[in-house]
């Protein structure tokens, strides 16, 4: 077989409005548009694989949306000529030539992903090991606010087929306490309620709320800034636990489960550096008995695709939820992407990620490199 070579990559930017207006999460941090970066990478054979990479502002990980762009100005470069199809050696060269930065390579990777999926005639889930589930069950991200608005916004994703919410905390523990009890009590039994601090709590309020909360049937998320903060939490509460910021590596996910860390973990695709590093860590967690919400920071119709492959290749049982993030920005970048049904998505049967972005919204690159 020849081997394919990489001759061009061309950088896309899009703003992405929310449909409610407005996010917001601990620490008074807050978004209103997101700024999305689209990546073509194009090679001899013609064939061309899409990506989407979003990070959630500036405050929430080490990623901004402009360092996105910044960082594949300077990688960029280094991959014209290498093959799309091998996937570990280009992550590795990635490595080699730019020091940190995943959500830089995540596009990159991701693309080439796509790239594989056309040159096999398969789609991506295929090749990251099949179809385990064909529904994948969603949850949805309520902003802080006030309690009352809280729950009224979780009654009406109620009614469009959501059953697993993720709720924005970690403010002021009186007002977490009074959205967790708030939101816990219109919900029925079955239903799934994750309280996500982001980081927000001090210890010692993370460890009044877990106490404060222990009656009720939530799980607890990512309390405090450090790893080892929130393990301390982890010891004093019987709740079940989620970990997010600090669970970056494998080396991290590691750690965390010899050390009974976790009981969840939010497996982030551009976090961890895209579809390569994002499989082994799932099927680690596989391995080990950890379920996983497979998602990203954000993005839109080709994040969202990227997350229905993942999440449609792995068991249900280990799947603890996903996110449809298309279905919270008001403009469309691809037709093809996963459309939710009743609180739920699959991924496309078309080569690839199956879909293709819409030139019209996307206009014109703002860095080709060849």
Request: with cysteine; charged share 20%.
């Amino acid at each position: 077989m020849t081997q394919m070579k990489i001759t061009a990559i061309s950088v896309y930017q899009v703003d992405l409005p929310l449909r409610e207006g407005r996010y917001n999460w601990s620490g008074g941090n807050f978004m209103e548009v997101f700024d999305s970066t689209v990546v073509a990478v194009e090679t001899d054979a013609g064939i061309t694989g899409y990506a989407e990479c979003c990070p959630l502002g500036s405050a929430y990980l080490p990623s901004y949306a402009k360092g996105v762009r910044a960082g594949l100005a300077e990688i960029g470069p280094k991959l014209i000529g290498h093959d799309p199809t091998d996937l570990w050696p280009l992550n590795h060269h990635m490595d080699a030539v730019l020091r940190g930065h995943p959500y830089v390579k995540a596009p990159i990777d991701i693309a080439c992903w796509d790239i594989l999926g056309k040159v096999a005639g398969l789609p991506v889930y295929k090749l990251l090991g099949g179809a385990e589930q064909q529904k994948i069950a969603l949850y949805r991200a309520i902003s802080q606010e006030d309690s009352a608005v809280m729950a009224e916004k979780i009654a009406g994703y109620r009614a469009e087929g959501y059953t697993k919410f993720q709720l924005k905390v970690g403010g002021d523990p009186n007002d977490d306490i009074r959205r967790i009890r708030a939101c816990r009590k219109i919900l029925a039994d079955t239903d799934i309620l994750v309280a996500d601090a982001n980081t927000g709590w001090t210890k010692a309020d993370a460890a009044r709320v877990v106490n404060a909360v222990a009656d009720l049937d939530v799980y607890i998320e990512q309390p405090c800034m450090s790893y080892e903060e929130s393990v301390s939490i982890r010891r004093r509460t019987s709740l079940p636990f989620v970990l997010d910021e600090n669970i970056g590596t494998v080396g991290d996910l590691v750690k965390g489960i010899s050390e009974d860390a976790f009981d969840v973990i939010n497996l982030k695709i551009s976090k961890v550096g895209g579809l390569t590093k994002a499989r082994q860590m799932r099927d680690l967690c596989v391995a080990s008995g950890i379920p996983m919400t497979i998602e990203d920071t954000w993005g839109g119709d080709i994040v969202t695709a990227s997350i229905a492959h993942l999440a449609r290749s792995t068991p249900q049982k280990f799947c603890f939820t996903a996110t449809d993030f298309n279905s919270y920005v008001t403009v469309s970048i691809a037709d093809g992407a996963p459309k939710r049904e009743n609180g739920f998505m699959t991924a496309s049967d078309a080569p690839g990620l199956g879909i293709e972005p819409n030139w019209d919204v996307l206009g014109k690159p703002v860095q080709v490199i060849a």
